[in-house]
């Protein structure tokens, strides 16, 4: 029987400016380094504008389309208005990623690192059976969960590749 390759699933999460998206910058840059192919999905709890003013799909959009598609021989991207989309959804569209990074979904069940920054954020707000590991600058600790520092993004990545190893472990 031959099993099927998934990404592996794991959320960067904390609170507003704690300093998510750099860390998954780094953490992104460090996976690549090693050799795994990573995609990420960023939750905005807003709407937002998702093309460049003036560009032509943008004019297109705003002229009443209810979606729009671009592409080269390298890229695509596709722009829909669609109400109830979800992470596991957009996850579908990445089945050859390594890792799929999330951004935010702190609520989630999602194994996720944390990040709690001095002068943002004063204690966790995840429900700690969730965490990979808190990341800090402060003198915070859970129980039971791993502490790291802002910029240990390579233990971070020791981390998602023993998170990899048990997954595939499990699978059938």
Same mark, same amino acid.
């Given at each position: ?29 460090? %996976? ?6 990573? $995609? ?17 799909? #943008?004019? %297109? ?14 890229? #695509? ?13 957009? $996850? ?50 859970? $129980? ?12 971070? $990545? ?15």
């Amino acid at each position: 029987m031959e099993t099927v390759k998934r990404p592996v699933i794991a959320a960067v999460s904390g609170v507003k400016n704690s300093g998510k998206t750099t860390f998954l910058e780094h953490l992104t840059a460090e %996976l690549k380094k090693r050799g795994y192919l990573v $995609a990420v999905i960023k939750h905005d709890g807003h709407e937002f504008e998702p093309d460049v003013e003036g560009t032509d799909t #943008w004019k %297109l959009r705003k002229s009443g389309a209810y979606g729009t598609g671009i592409f080269s021989e390298g890229r #695509w991207m596709v722009i829909k208005e669609e109400t109830q989309m979800d992470e596991k959804r957009l $996850a579908e569209l990445f089945p050859e990623a390594d890792f799929l990074l999330l951004e935010g979904f702190k609520y989630s069940d999602y194994p996720k690192f944390e990040i709690v920054r001095k002068g943002n954020s004063t204690e966790s707000v995840c429900n700690p059976k969730t965490l990979l590991a808190l990341v800090t600058d402060t003198d915070l600790s859970i $129980a039971g969960v791993e502490k790291i520092c802002l910029n240990e993004w390579a233990k971070a $990545a020791d981390i998602l590749e023993r998170l990899t190893f048990l997954m595939r472990s499990f699978e059938v």
